[in-house]
């Protein structure tokens, strides 16, 4: 796919990841919509600092824990705005470190909605407005834990390792026209909660002995959207951390 004049739809597309991945897009010559939940005055800065480079970009909130309602919210605005749509890219998320003892069901609901249920509801709507003779992508951002076990994170794993079955099912379901793959990354940024040594720390752990940072998830991102032969792929961009 040649990005220009394309429109992409990025969720959680005002701060971190997200929001590299929309200046990235815009920078190969996309038009973005900028998805926020309660991020305004991020988004909007996203937004200028697109417009500035001379592509198009606006701006969407939407509550991702009433997916469905939040999927017909986000695609109608930005078909309204851009009259099309090219990529859709589900990297809004929640992560939190919740065992089965001490979650709640308010947990298990906060994850499965927003990481899963909410990328579900927006692919139907994404895949609706495709037309005929049109390509699409869908990029999921997932998780290299979600195709392991392990303690800890469980309504956070369980909702990434639907995503990863998502992701394979809707590449057999949408092609030719659309081509779905995921992205699982790993220590790329500190969580909210952290600073940089938490990835000093778990740079010891990785093969490559270092963190990686969001322009790696971003190269990832180009690969898969400007390949024609790639689909249900989960693209692991960890330093080797999930051998």
């Known amino acids: 796919m040649d990005l220009k004049g394309k429109v992409a739809v990025i ?14 897009l815009a920078e190969s010559g996309a038009d973005i919509c900028i998805h926020y939940g309660s991020s305004k005055q991020e988004a909007e800065q996203t937004c200028q600092e697109i417009q500035r480079t001379g592509r198009n970009a606006y701006t ?17 605005a930005v078909i309204s705005k851009f009259g099309k749509v090219d ?19 308010h947990d298990w609901d906060s994850h499965l909605n927003i990481n899963l249920k909410a990328p579900y509801f927006l692919s139907q709507k994404f895949a609706k407005a495709i ?35 998502l992701t394979e099912c809707l590449a057999l379901e949408l092609a030719p026209e659309i081509q779905v793959n995921a992205i699982a990354p790993g220590a790329i940024l500190p969580p909210p909660d952290q600073d940089a040594s938490y990835l000093e720390k778990r740079a010891q752990q990785i093969p490559l002995r270092r963190a990686g940072n969001p322009d790696d998830i971003c190269q990832a991102l180009l690969y898969l959207l400007e390949s024609d032969f790639v689909t249900g792929e ?10």
């Open 11 to 24: 969720t959680g597309a005002a701060v971190r990841i997200g929001r590299s991945m929309a200046l990235t």
């Open 60 to 76: 969407v909130s939407a509550d991702l824990a009433n997916s469905k309602k939040a999927a017909t919210e986000i695609i109608d």
């Open 87 to 105: 990529i859709l890219i589900n990297s809004a998320s929640v992560f939190e470190n919740k065992t089965l003892l001490d979650s709640s069901e």
């Open 234 to 243: 989960v693209l692991t961009v960890t330093g080797g951390e999930q051998l």
């Open 131 to 165: 037309h005929s003779g049109q390509r699409g992508h869908i990029i999921n951002l997932v998780d290299w834990r979600a195709r392991r076990a392990g303690v800890g994170h469980l309504p956070y794993r369980i909702s990434k390792a639907g995503l990863v079955t």
